[in-house]
């Protein structure tokens, strides 16, 4: 009996599914480049966007590093060493969590609110432009619908 090699088990897309997948891609690739190219115009990248207005939504624009990392998907080292940059740039401070020894807050300062506040109404226009004005309503309820099917995904 012979054994089938792991790219004879593979369910390989098919030409629909590789255009669809492809075409997603492009538009991704597209969009995020566009919007980040517009941040970083103003000064700040797109991580430094997430965090920012994540934190002026929180109660006492605080979050802790875990629950930021868990949003934004990142592993927690990795968004550790991404706010002691941007708390070198004054737009974040941290604080030790009480709650967990180990852990630690960040605190959105005035001057990253202040940031925020300048940039938002920029990147808004970005988004409009590079994705919400593309599309029909129709088409931004379908992208709605459609990503609310991968929110379960593990990052």
Known sequence: MSKKSPAESVRWLSPDEERAWRAY????VAVQAATARD???AGLS????????????RPDHTSTLWE????MRWSRSRLSRHA???EERGLLRRAPDPADG?????ILTDHGLDTLKDVAPAHAASVRRHFVDRLPPEDLDAVERI??????IEG
Do not use: H, I
Not at 47 to 57: A, G, I, K, Q, R
Not at 147 to 152: G, V
């Open 25 to 28: 891609r492009r538009m991704v």
């Open 147 to 152: 990503a609310r099917r991968f929110e379960d």
């Open 102 to 106: 180990r852990g630690c807050l960040l």
């Open 46 to 57: 797109e991580p430094d966007y997430e965090v920012l207005s994540t934190l002026s939504e």
């Open 68 to 71: 930021q990392a868990a949003k």
């Open 39 to 41: 941040l970083a115009a």
């Open 84 to 86: 002691t940059r941007m």
